[in-house]
């Protein structure tokens, strides 16, 4: 399926559509409209990276929109690595291309470092790491421009600037950790351990425990067990929570700070009772991912939190204290439009648990952020432990009426699952999308017989990931009140069958997936669908 090729202007437009919103104080309205374009047209970082640097003081005038590209520059970064993160080599080497562009501007003294080090947090936000030559660029613009880099030659110096402009660990080291992402993870373990060194950054050295490279988490933990008899109370309370966070690889570490931190007599600080006045869970999309958004009381204000869970924590963040008016507000600006539900809290606590499991078997970092919403709402018992998927589906089956599990029954709920009123928006996301899908697709041109191999091959490979997105559909469904009626019930049926080998030719659910599927492949084939106009 072919697409028009963008104006020249199209990316400008966006990029001043959303310096207007910054201009009056609201967030940049990612509604669907953009999220389109940036998914369609990813060649366009290469034109909202010249707008970062055409409009960006000191050589440009004007900072606002300078700063709208930018957030336009990584909203379409995250596009490409949602699509490198399926196997497309495509994406990857539009990602190599652009660092490589980006590294060349650089030694070409074309970006300063302080420019560079923002263009690499939005890699940083986007998740994708920088590349050997984008790093090694980094070092040389830096030492050329030392005055104006983040991290003068004296680390100390730099630690008590940072220390001074900003008084909030997570801030500071935020800020730190996105900017630094570009440099060697070897500068930002001195840059820890130079934290860790003064007795006012020690707040924020132990959140580098939790750095993207272990190199840096090592360095930092060495350091602190130095210096873990001066530490704080509430520097002690995070240890302890972010101790089995940490890979099992890593946590001889933070045990050997915690060890000496008791030793010196430091008693660990009570958790705040927090709390959380309105609580949402969007659906379970087709990649598995799921958004929580939090409302929790600030003093007189309240306080908007986020959790994004992805076959572990992919995000997380706890924003200022605003009002519930500008809350609201950035809500509905914000332009989600994910299916969400009220759910309670032991629905959160067990998917969080659930996702740390699955991110520290794989010996992920976590985001910073999760420790932060976890202050923000008092959840002191957050530890993984993963969901059993036989034994959930079978407690959730107990809980059937006995008619629903008659063979009969059951054969029914199958044929007929794709017609399920509540999925009709939920489903819209679920397909499979990566290369062997495309290459099975392209040399096919029978619909239905195309989905009969995509259902006895590719898919059947998947059960395990279809019975899991299935069952936590349930689980969230579950959480509506018991007026809404909604098809949690069938849905568990559909993913005993589909997880106990059951043919998913006789699922019209599955039947359906591998239809959407087809549809989204070939309409994919073209990508992308423009070339840079920058």
Not at 30 to 54: K, N, T
Not at 266 to 271: L, S, V
Not at 468 to 479: G, H, P, Q, V
Not at 495 to 504: D, I, P, Q, S, T
């Amino acid at each position: 399926m072919s697409r028009a090729q963008p104006k020249a202007s199209s990316t400008d437009r966006y990029a001043r559509r959303i310096a207007l919103a910054i201009g009056k104080g609201r967030p940049p309205p990612f509604d669907d409209e953009l999220d389109e374009y940036c998914s369609d047209f990813p060649d366009e970082i290469f034109a909202a990276l010249a707008g970062v640097v055409r409009h960006m003081p000191p050589s440009g005038k004007d900072e606002t929109l300078a700063i709208a590209y930018l957030f336009l520059l990584q909203r379409i970064l995250e596009h490409v690595r949602y699509r490198s993160d399926r196997g497309y080599g495509d994406a990857a080497k539009l990602i190599a291309d652009f660092q490589a562009q980006l590294a060349a501007q650089a030694e070409a003294g074309q970006i300063s470092a302080p420019l560079l080090a923002l263009v690499g947090g939005a890699l940083a936000q986007s998740n994708i790491p920088a590349s050997p030559e984008l790093t090694a660029a980094s070092m040389k613009n830096l030492s050329e421009h030392a005055s104006a880099g983040p991290l003068p030659a004296d680390a100390h110096v730099a630690v008590a600037g940072m220390l001074e402009a900003c008084d909030d660990p997570f801030t500071l080291v935020t800020s730190l950790i996105e900017t630094g992402h570009a440099m060697p993870a070897q500068m930002r373990g001195v840059l820890a351990g130079a934290l860790a060194a003064v007795p006012q950054g020690r707040a924020a050295a132990v959140l580098f425990l939790l750095d993207t490279q272990p190199e840096v988490r090592r360095t930092v933990a060495q350091a602190l067990v130095e210096v873990a008899g001066s530490l704080g109370p509430i520097d002690l309370r995070r240890l302890i929570a972010m101790r089995n966070w940490r890979p099992e690889s890593e946590r001889a570490d933070v045990d050997a700070v915690i060890r000496t931190a008791r030793s010196a007599g430091i008693d660990c600080a009570q958790w705040d009772r927090g709390g959380i006045e309105s609580l949402f869970a969007s659906a379970i999309d087709g990649t598995a991912a799921q958004g929580f958004l939090l409302i929790s009381p600030a003093g007189q204000k309240k306080r908007l939190s986020s959790i994004l869970t992805k076959y572990g924590i992919a995000d997380a963040w706890s924003g200022e204290p605003e009002t519930r008016r500008r809350i609201e507000a950035t809500l509905t600006e914000s332009g989600m439009s994910a299916p969400l539900l009220p759910v309670s809290k032991a629905y959160l606590d067990r998917a969080v648990a659930h996702h740390l499991a699955l991110g520290t078997e794989k010996g992920e970092a976590l985001p910073l952020g999760l420790l932060q919403v976890a202050e923000t709402i008092g959840a002191a018992g957050w530890q993984p432990a993963r969901i059993d998927v036989a034994e959930t589906i079978a407690a959730l089956l107990a809980e059937l009426p006995k008619r629903m599990r008659e063979p009969a029954q059951i054969a029914c709920v199958l044929r007929a699952s794709h017609e399920l009123a509540d999925l009709e928006v939920l489903a819209e996301s679920w397909f499979e999308d990566d290369p062997q899908i495309a290459q099975a697709v392209e040399h096919r041109t029978s619909r239905a017989r195309l989905a009969d191999y995509l259902l006895q091959s590719v898919i059947a490979r998947r059960r395990e990931k279809w019975a899991d997105i299935f069952l936590r559909t349930a689980l969230w469904m579950r959480e509506a009140d018991a007026g809404s009626n909604l098809c949690w019930r069938e849905l568990v049926i559909v993913a005993k069958a589909v997880a106990n080998g059951r043919e998913l030719s006789e699922i019209g659910l599955m039947r359906d997936i591998a239809t959407r599927t087809i549809v989204h492949a070939r309409r994919d084939s073209t990508w992308p669908f423009s070339r840079s106009v920058a």
